[in-house]
Each structure stands twice: as C-alpha cells, then as structure tokens.
C-alpha cells in the first residue's frame, strides 16, 4: 500500500530553449529567489528612511558576490582537476569543444557556500563605499534570506538533487535518475522549513521594529536558524561523490 503513495520523481531540469540557450528551472528560481530578497531589503530601506541612493548598488554587490564566489567556489574545491586546463569555462559561461570551437552552455556548476562568502565579501565592500554599518545590513540581508533559499531547494528538488535517505513513509520520492529507492525528499523538508523561518524573521522584524529591538532579534534567529538547519541536512540527505558531503547545484 504504501509503494502506491510514493512519488515517482524524474522532471526534465530544463524548462525551454531560448535562442538555444538552455533556460533551468534552477536558474529560474534562483533569479526569483534574489528578485524577492530585492524587494524585501527594499522595504526595509525604506522603513529605516535609508537614503534610496544606498540601496541602489546594493543588488548588483550580493548579485555579482554570490555569482563569483559560487562559481569558483564550485571550480575550486570541486572540479579543480578540470578548470584548471579550462580556465576559460571557470569565467565564461560556454564549453570549449575538441575542434576548437565553443558553445552556449551557461555556468553549469555553483557552490552555495562559495556564494555565502562571496556575498560576505560583497557586503563589506558596499559597506566600505556608502558608510554604512555593516552589521545594520546584515540584519535586512538575514530577513531576506530564507525566502530565497527556499526558491534554491525547490530547484534542488527540480534537478533530483540533495536527495533524502531511503524510507518508507508514504510520502517518500522515488528519484528516477538516482535509483528507485523511496526516499526522504531532503529537499522539500529544507524548503518549506526556509519558509517557516522566512515568516518568522518578516514577524520578528515587525515586531522589533516597533520595540526597538530589530537587530538583537534578528541576530538571534539568525544563529538559531541556520544551527537547526545543519543538524537538519546532518541527518536526512544522501549525498553522493560531493566533496566534504557539500552538493553540487545548477544554472541555466
């Protein structure tokens, strides 16, 4: 009875062509993921009374941190051994064929931990050129982003990535392009608790806002989210072939 409750999971990852570029569904919510982190900081800005000028630079600094820093995050720590005779691929989002010729591939590989420490850099960098306080921009960047990890585990989802240990509770995801083990689905759990916590930040915002308090509340969640989010991926995903049990992702 329960086989027959499992979900069989095997979705192209790719959702269109466009002018032969392969358009991913995890490129797609990666980009909505920032797009609403955008708006969200927007508001706080603008709660704050925060020059509007400040704001403006600050999506292309996290933009472009979080794409270089995943980017060689990935080619570093996990495929050295083949960016380092293709650098050009490491930069450029293309694939240097034996001809010698080269085609549209997009960036095929992103480390989220290499894009948190890009973003950190980012940070201080945008900090450094409007005089900001680099802590009062971490406590709006904190209330945005469990919104956009969550849009990043529902792409994981999409690419049957971070795959759950085998179980046989009902609701179990059997992923097609692993095996057709029923599986936990690691992914969906970590989405929708990002979601959880996404709430709970825009609550505790509110409120502090209105007590004063924003920056010693948010500091907090923000310690114990992502403790409980570690034990969390400590406990259900299987990975495989990743290096320190980190997991590859996708864009475009």
Known sequence: MLSLLTINWNPDPELFKF????????????IIGLALAY?????????????EKKFE???????????????????IFYDWAYYQDHFL??????KILPDGSWKMTGYT?????????????????????????????LDMIAVATPITACCIRLANLMNSEIIGKPTDMPWAFIFEREDMLPRHPAQLYEAIAYFIFFLGMVWLYKRGQ?????????????????????????????????FFGLCLTEIF
Request: charged share 20%.
């Open 19 to 30: 002018f032969g570029i392969s358009i991913r569904y995890y490129g797609l919510l990666w």
């Open 39 to 51: 708006f969200i900081v927007q508001r706080q800005y603008s709660d704050r009374r925060i020059d």
């Open 57 to 75: 630079p600050l999506f292309f600094y996290c933009f472009f941190g979080i794409l270089i820093g995943a980017r060689l995050g990935h080619c």
């Open 89 to 94: 691929e490491m930069i450029l989002p293309i």
């Open 109 to 137: 590989g992103l480390a989220s931990h290499g894009g948190t420490l890009g973003l950190i850099i980012a940070l201080w960098m945008y900090c450094r050129k409007t005089k900001m306080h680099y802590m009062d921009v």
């Open 210 to 242: 209105k007590k004063q308090e924003t920056k010693l509340e948010t500091d907090f969640s923000t310690t114990k989210r992502k403790s409980t989010t570690v034990q969390a991926e400590a406990s259900l995903p299987y990975h495989r072939g990743f």
